[in-house]
Antibody
């Protein structure tokens, strides 16, 4: 049964860089069938797609965040990571990692439990 | 592409039918998914391709529509169905976009 698990600091200071890792278990991140994604949800609000990455390293970002976001993949460790720089209070959210298919439906069929990241001094 | 969901809140009694709407700002063909999210949990995929139920999703959930108008129907609401529901388009990305959500609560 494939699973995703987010990890990283729960508190980040304004202007610093938010860093999270998603560990994939029960599946290979090197599968040619999937993109691996980050999605966030501010408290009490809706969902915002941050970006997708393929095992080869090809990545796709939300234009609204592209200047501050980097998603990377480590196939040897079976995990992928999110880096969001110059954070403000508006970046406070639950950050989810997720999986979506490369061909056919780009719906997110597998999600991590989410990690709350608070931006505060 | 902007996805607009209505209503914002839907009050329904158990056993009743619930109809949720999602409108796209331009045609997205059938490239729409629906998710259910309960408090403190990650979203769960219900429907993809506008009308195909995901693995393990009960038959009381159905999706319809194409182009710009989409509907999620819960034929007979169960107590475990009270949640927030989101639509998402994946027609021409990036970006991938979600609707603002519809909360289904107890009437």
């Amino acid at each position: 049964q494939p699973q995703l698990q987010e990890s990283g600091p729960g508190l980040v200071k304004p202007s610093e860089t938010l860093s999270l890792t998603c560990t994939v278990s029960g599946d290979s991140i090197s599968s040619s069938s999937y993109f691996w994604a980050w999605i966030r949800q501010p408290p009490g609000k809706g969902l915002e797609w941050i970006g997708n990455i393929y095992y080869s390293g090809n990545s796709y970002y939300n234009p609204s965040l592209e200047s501050r976001v980097t998603i990377s993949v480590d196939t040897s460790s079976n995990h992928f990571s999110l880096s969001l720089k110059s954070v403000t209070a508006a970046d406070t959210a639950v950050y989810y990692c997720a999986r979506t298919m490369v061909r056919g439906s780009n719906a997110f069929d597998l999600w991590g439990q989410g990690a709350l990241v608070t931006v505060a001094s | 592409i902007v996805m607009t969901q209505s209503p914002g809140t839907l009050s329904v009694s158990p056993g009743e039918r619930a109809t949720l709407s999602c409108r796209a700002s331009q045609s997205v063909s059938s490239n729409v998914a629906w998710y259910q999210q309960k408090p403190g949990q990650a979203p769960r995929l219900l429907i993809y391709g506008a009308s195909t139920r995901a693995t393990g999703i009960p038959a009381r959930f159905s999706g319809s529509g194409s182009g710009t108008e989409f509907t999620l129907t819960i034929s007979s609401l169960q107590s475990e169905d009270f949640a927030v529901y989101y639509c998402q388009e994946y027609h021409n990305w990036p970006p991938l976009t979600f609707g603002g959500g519809t909360k289904v609560d107890l009437k």
